[in-house]
């Protein structure tokens, strides 16, 4: 009886295959931005996400006090800041990725007070 359960059982076996990149499928990231960004600082505004170069991201955003210079874009998988410069307290635009992988979002007060950024961004 033990020899007939021991081999009558299946045994199944897993594969992997490999996915080309641009059959990834990856979550958007969206959503409201409410913070408020110290002087001459870099804050990010969400967690890593991957993305496909080509991709872009769309900022709709004003902060106070206007007159504040301030820098709206993506910290990319070579670790550097890509990034819109905005003076007039808003921000409508979109920033093209050119590296596929790992990616975060953030804004920089280059001013030497704080200030208030809120609006959305889509990816």
């Known amino acids: ?10 045994t199944g076996f897993a594969t992997a295959a490999e996915i080309p990149g641009e059959n ?9 931005v409410d913070h408020q960004v110290s002087a001459k ?6 967690d890593w996400f991957y993305a496909s ?7 709709d955003c004003t902060y106070t006090p ?3 210079s301030v ?9 550097l800041f890509y990034s819109v410069n905005c003076t007039n307290g808003t921000i409508k635009q979109s920033i093209r990725i ?11 007060n280059n001013a030497s007070y704080d200030v208030v950024v ?3 961004v889509k990816y």
């Open 53 to 59: 170069s080509g991709n872009s991201i769309s900022y």
């Open 98 to 108: 050119d590296q596929s992988g790992q990616c975060m979002l953030a804004i920089r």
């Open 1 to 10: 009886m033990i020899c007939v359960m021991i081999f009558s059982s299946s």
């Open 24 to 32: 990834l499928i990856t979550p958007k990231v969206s959503g409201t």
């Open 71 to 79: 820098d709206f874009g993506v910290i990319a998988p070579d670790g």
């Open 41 to 46: 600082a870099i804050t990010p505004i969400n």
């Open 118 to 120: 809120s609006g959305t």
């Open 66 to 68: 206007s007159s504040a």
